[in-house]
């Protein structure tokens, strides 16, 4: 807040930690920080790298997760901009 940046917050593997991602969302909501998501455990990451791809290269619930998070963050730019 003190040097006025834009944020949003994602939380990567959140499975692991349900009472922290609990938490943290809370945190956002009580904050007003713009919340993109959750990006869940996946071990088919592991996959995608050792076979040179990204995890959005493949179809798994992480890769979901991403593209859903990623139009959010798309659309949260296009609404800051036409402030």
Do not use: R, W
């Not at 998501?37 to 959005?56: F, H, M, Q, S």
């Not at 991403?66 to 959010?72: D, L, P």
Request: net charge negative; glycine share 4%; charged share 25%.
């Amino acid at each position: 807040k003190q040097l006025q940046v834009p944020v949003a917050v994602v939380i990567n593997k959140a499975d692991t930690n349900m009472q922290k991602s609990e938490a943290i969302e809370n945190f956002c909501e009580e904050s007003h920080i713009p919340f993109l998501g959750k990006i869940p455990y996946d071990p088919k990451a592991i996959e995608a790298i050792n076979n040179g791809k990204t995890l959005v290269e493949i179809e798994s619930v992480g890769s979901a997760a991403i593209t859903s998070i990623y139009e959010k963050a798309i659309s949260l730019m296009k609404e800051e901009l036409q402030k």
